[in-house]
């Protein structure tokens, strides 16, 4: 069988080839991500492998189609870059890696939250400098205030059980309510009753018509001044210029982002010799009160070596006429 597979970093082919699956197949590398420029690049392949940043748009799909390949491979967990229905129409499936390792997420979630708040990225400069002075490095006991969650599948109570050892109050809004975090103390209510109480915002639900832009100007309006708001999930999920007027009117505290509307065409790349087009993404690095990781948080040993195990086991099972249990309908 084989398989082109795109958005290939380093670390992703060492994992990939020291596999021992990897003898069963073919995989051929590409470094660029998936479009419509680079869709022509699949003839010959029976799978794709795609990664967050692929545009696996229709016309995309059209193309795989047309080049014969028959399975797209989401080595990640959201499928919002798919247009699975389209995927569905040209006769190809799809599947993912549902969950590889949701306590990777919640603890680099947990990592921004501690960082913004004890700016303990600061602190490391300035000894560094011989500066040590404790000017404008104050922050905030954890302890004792409200988080909220909105989306309480397995990173968001992954990362609720993180912040319960906080001995913080938690509550919650989900399509589903989880009868196991109602029995660890957490409070459901209403995504606005989750805005208009929490001390700091985390983000885990998956970016879907619904909840696009969840985070906007009304929404913000509705929160306690000074907010954090943590996004490890998808970008989209904030409304990039509301979030700027929130953070330069002082509503919004401190902002802490792994995931960005527009970040592919940034994130994952090395462009400290370029000059960044993105204003957005420039106004957010200049606010003193702002983190961004470059969709880092899934990034652990662990992670690596489960979407690997776990992408294998999905070739396989296609490749075996098996049924597929990862795959997206
Ligand atoms: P999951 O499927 O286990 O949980 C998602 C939860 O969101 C479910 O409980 C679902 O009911 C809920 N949900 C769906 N629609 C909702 C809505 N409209 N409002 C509120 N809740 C809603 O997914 P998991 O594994 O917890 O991942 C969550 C998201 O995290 C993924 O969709 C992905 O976008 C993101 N992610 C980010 C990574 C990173 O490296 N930054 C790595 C892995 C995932």
Redesign the pocket.
Same mark, same amino acid.
């Given at each position: 069988m084989k398989i082109a597979v795109f958005s290939t970093k380093p670390y992703d082919r060492d994992y990939f080839e020291k596999h021992p699956q990897a003898s069963e197949y073919q995989l051929h590398y590409f470094e660029t991500n998936l479009t419509d420029d680079t869709a022509s690049l699949s003839k010959g392949f029976d799978a794709v492998c795609v990664f967050v940043n692929d545009k696996v748009h229709e016309s995309v799909i059209k193309v795989l189609a047309n080049n014969g390949v028959k399975l797209i491979a989401l080595r990640? %967990? $959201?499928y919002n870059n798919v247009d699975v229905n389209s995927a569905k129409a040209h006769g190809l499936k799809v599947v993912r890696v549902? %969950?590889y390792s949701?306590h990777a +997420?919640a603890e680099h979630t947990m990592a921004l939250i501690l960082t913004l708040n004890r700016k303990t990225h600061k602190a490391y400069n300035r000894i560094r400098e011989g500066n040590f002075s404790l000017n404008n490095l104050m922050g905030f006991d954890v302890f004792g205030k409200t988080i909220g969650v +909105? @989306? !309480? $599948? *397995?990173? @968001?109570a992954a990362f609720c059980k993180i912040v319960k050892g906080f001995g913080c109050n938690i509550i919650a809004? /989900? #399509? =589903?309510p989880s009868e196991e975090l109602i029995a660890l103390g957490v409070t459901y209510g209403s995504?606005e009753d989750v805005f208009k109480t929490s001390d700091i915002i985390s983000l885990?639900?998956? #970016? !879907?018509e /619904?909840?696009k832009h969840i985070v906007n100007s009304s929404s913000i309006e509705l929160m306690k001044n000074h907010v954090m708001i943590i996004n490890?999930?998808?970008g989209a999920l904030i409304n990039t210029s509301d979030i700027i007027k929130g953070l330069s009117s002082k509503k919004v505290g401190f902002l802490g982002i /792994? +995931?960005y509307e527009q970040e592919e065409n940034l994130f994952f790349k090395d462009l400290s010799e370029s000059i960044i087009q993105d204003d957005d993404i420039l106004r957010l690095m200049s606010f003193p009160n702002v983190l961004i990781t470059s969709? *880092? %948080? =899934?990034f652990t040993k662990e992670a690596m070596e489960e979407i690997t195990r776990i992408t294998y086991e999905n070739l396989r099972a296609y490749n075996a006429g098996e049924f597929l249990k990862n795959e997206v309908k």
């Open positions: 990640c %967990a $959201g549902p %969950a949701p +997420v +909105v @989306g !309480t $599948g *397995q990173i @968001g809004f /989900d #399509l =589903y995504v885990h639900c998956p #970016l !879907t /619904d909840t490890t999930s998808r /792994d +995931v969709h *880092q %948080a =899934y």
